[in-house]
C-alpha cells in the first residue's frame, strides 16, 4: 500500500520554470534549520509565507522570479503584495508576519548569497493591536489538575494527563517541552532541565506537587520506561501527541466551564502571570519562561495591570 501523495509546496510550483530562485529559497530553509536552528513547524511557516509572497511575484512580474528580480524590487512591489495580502481577508497580525518572512529571507539573501535589496527595509510594517495572553485563575488551574478524571480513561491516561498539566501550570512550560521530554529528563531533584526553542536549555524548579505527579504516572505507565524513551506515551507506547493533551483541556474547560481561551498554552501564561502577582521578578520569570527577549516577558505586566483594574472597577462601578 503507497503512502499518501505529498503536495507540492506553493513556492516550488511558482519557480519550477526558475531553478536558481528555488535553489535560493531551498538554501534559505535549509540555513532556517541547521543555522538558526528553527523547528520544522516554523521552518514550514516560514516556507507557506514565502511561497504566497513568490506565488504573488508570478502574478505582479508576468513570469516567475529570477534571483536578479528578487534584487530590483522596489517599496511599490512590496506594498503591492501587502495590499494583496489584506485584499484576500489576511489579518494585520497575519500580514505582519508575512512581511517579517520577507525580511528574514532577504538578511540571508544579503549576508549568505551577495544579494542586496535595499527597498525591503523601507517598508513599514502594518500596525497590529497589542494584544495580552489571557491566562486562568490559579484555582481554575488547580481545579483542572484535579479534574482530570472526567475525561474518563483509563487510571494511568488520567495519571499521565494530570502529570502533564501539572508540569505545564506547575513549571510554565510550553506543550512541546513537556511532551519532548525523555524519561531520564523526568526530575530527581528540585530543578531540571528544560530544552526549548533553539535547543536552548534552561533550569527551572520543580515544585513537590509535579514531581509527585509524574511520579505517580510512572508507577502507573504500564509501558517501561526506560532510558532514552518517551517519559509521557500514548495508548499504544509512542510519545504523546499533543491533540491528546489538547483534547483534555477541551472536556475539561467544558465541564468547568472555563473559557475557550483555557488552552494547554494558556497555563504557561498563568503560571508567569501568578508569579508576578506575587511579587516575582521580571528577570527571573524571563529565564524560567526561556524567553529570549524581555520585552516578550514585559507582556504579563499588561496582564496584571488589567486584573487589577478588572478589580478596582468591581469594588468601584461607575455610577
Known amino acids: 500500500m503507497t503512502g499518501k501523495a505529498q503536495k507540492t509546496p506553493a513556492w516550488q510550483l511558482a519557480l519550477v520554470d526558475q531553478p536558481a530562485s528555488r535553489d535560493l529559497v531551498e538554501r534559505f530553509l535549509r540555513w532556517l534549520t541547521s543555522e538558526k536552528r528553527y523547528s520544522p513547524k516554523t521552518t514550514e511557516s516560514y516556507a507557506r ?13 508576468g513570469d516567475a522570479p529570477q534571483p536578479s528580480d528578487l534584487k530590483a524590487l522596489d517599496i511599490s512591489d512590496f506594498r503591492a503584495f501587502l495590499a494583496r495580502k489584506r485584499m484576500e ?14 525580511r528574514t529571507f532577504y538578511k540571508y539573501l544579503e549576508r549568505v548569497e551577495g544579494l542586496r535589496n535595499t527597498a525591503i527595509s523601507s517598508v513599514q510594517s502594518p500596525k497590529v493591536g497589542k494584544s495580552i495572553p489571557r491566562p486562568i485563575s490559579a484555582d481554575a488551574a488547580k481545579a483542572m489538575m484535579q479534574s482530570v478524571d472526567l475525561v474518563q480513561m483509563e487510571e494511568w491516561q488520567d495519571a499521565r494527563d494530570t502529570a502533564v498539566i501539572t508540569l505545564l501550570y506547575g513549571c510554565g512550560l510550553r506543550i512541546s517541552e513537556a511532551l519532548n521530554l525523555n524519561t531520564d529528563d523526568a526530575p530527581t531533584g528540585d ?30 505507565c504500564p509501558y517501561p ?19 491528546v493533551i489538547q483534547k483534555t483541556m477541551m472536556v475539561l474547560r467544558r465541564a468547568l466551564q472555563l473559557p475557550e481561551t483555557a488552552t494547554p498554552h494558556a497555563l504557561r501564561h498563568s503560571f508567569a502571570t ?18 529570549a527577549d524581555l520585552s516578550t516577558t514585559q507582556h ?8 487589577m483594574m478588572d478589580v478596582y472597577n468591581r469594588a468601584f462601578p461607575r455610577k
Open 49 to 61: 509565507d514565502l511561497g504566497g509572497f513568490l506565488t504573488f511575484l508570478c502574478d505582479h512580474l
Open 89 to 102: 481577508g489576511l489579518s494585520a497580525r497575519s500580514t505582519a508576519r508575512a512581511l517579517s518572512t520577507l
Open 191 to 220: 530543578m531540571m532541565v528544560i530544552k526549548g526553542k533553539r535547543n536552548k536549555e534552561r533550569l527551572v524548579p520543580v515544585l513537590p506537587v509535579v514531581k509527585k505527579a509524574i511520579t505517580h504516572y510512572r508507577a502507573l
Open 225 to 243: 520506561l526506560s532510558e532514552g524513551t518517551p517519559l509521557f506515551v500514548g495508548a499504544r507506547g509512542g510519545r504523546l501527541n499533543p491533540r
Open 274 to 291: 501568578h508569579l508576578l502577582s506575587a511579587g516575582g521578578d521580571l528577570r527571573t520569570i524571563q529565564e524560567l519562561l526561556g524567553h
Open 300 to 307: 504579563y505586566t499588561d496582564v496584571d495591570e488589567a486584573a
